[in-house]
């Protein structure tokens, strides 16, 4: 006797998986944080850059880091500090400003002005006080110039980036370093395949799994 069975189509065998659960969420995390991460530094050193490089020409600022307590607590050690050009004669009390003491090294010091006095032949000699100090300053400073330079930011812990990144080490690890990464990361990016690519080819070939390896239903004997 002979009887006609219908028979199901089958169906393409779903891909094993590939790595445990937590395996596949964190792979895709890590490379988002990992893409970032570079995103952000490669945003702080381009910010740095023109900051401490490129502002300076452009806006006529200067750019001095803090290396004492004396102004603590609005300007700490290690801040950096941008001042912009002032004519001496508009220099007033209550000012913090950045010029040469008249004594010793004659070094560069940022303090507030605490007296002004402008004598006839247009000399301008100022008295000044750092914040966190008790007394003024041990002498009188004759302003330079027709220009002083007058504080008017303050970006805190930048300096102690810069003397980081000064040091030997630091530094050839920037010069040969970053670069090779850059590149390497630019390669990756620009040969490795993305998720949509993978999804598209193990769509195509289960596509021609189903349509190409179904055998036709026939009668079956028996």
Known sequence: MTAALPLTTPRAARPLPTGTTATRVLRPVAA????WLVRALVATAVLAFAVLALGPHVFGYRTMTMLTGSMAPAID???VVLTTPLAVEDV???M???YHIPIDDHRVVTHRVLAVDHAPDGTVTVQTQGDAN???DPWTAVLQGDTAYQ???VIPELGHLITALRTPAVSQLLVYGA???LAGWLLLTIWRPTTDEHDERGDQATSHGRTGQSPQPGPVTC
């Open 32 to 35: 988002a944080t990992g893409r």
């Open 96 to 98: 913090i400003i950045s």
């Open 179 to 181: 670069p090779t990464l």
């Open 151 to 153: 504080v008017q930011a």
């Open 92 to 94: 007033a009390a209550g």
């Open 77 to 79: 050690p290690g801040d």
């Open 134 to 136: 008790d007394h003024p």
